[in-house]
Nanobody, 122 residues
Framework: VQLQAFGGGLVQAGGFLRLSCEAS????????VGWFRQAQGKEREFVSA???????YYTGSVKGRFTLSRDNAKNTVYLEMNSLKPEDAAIYYC?????????????????WGQGTQVTVSS
């Protein structure tokens, strides 16, 4: 599976971005997917994950502001980010697991996208 993430950019605080993660080589419909981010000088952290069953997880700081969704017809996973804050600035990575479960840790994710930069100005 090859993953290509895009949609990042520069946005003012309070703004909106939608990240996309296009998968090729295999359908990801029955696999878990996740979004992680890495801010400058920090370790990569969990943002959101979704299992094939539909269960979705969010880290506390984005709950209510971010939404993970899938378009199975396009083999694409999205992360809609509302009310962005300067602390959301990071490189965002999408990942696909080796089974149907989305996880809150990096373990079990075997395919990773290249990352897309999100910058939020205050």
């Amino acid at each position: 599976v090859q993953l290509q993430a895009f949609g990042g950019g520069l946005v003012q605080a309070g703004g909106f971005l939608r990240l996309s993660c296009e998968a090729s080589g295999r359908t990801v419909r029955t696999y878990g997917v996740g979004w992680f981010r890495q801010a400058q000088g920090k370790e990569r952290e969990f943002v959101s994950a979704n299992s094939w069953s539909g269960i979705t997880y969010y880290t506390g700081s984005v709950k209510g502001r971010f939404t993970l969704s899938r378009d199975n017809a396009k083999n694409t996973v999205y992360l809609e980010m509302n009310s962005l804050k300067p602390e959301d600035a990071a490189i965002y990575y999408c990942a696909v697991s080796n089974d149907g479960y989305g996880r809150t840790t990096e373990d079990g994710y075997v395919h990773w996208g290249q990352g897309t930069q999100v910058t939020v100005s205050s």
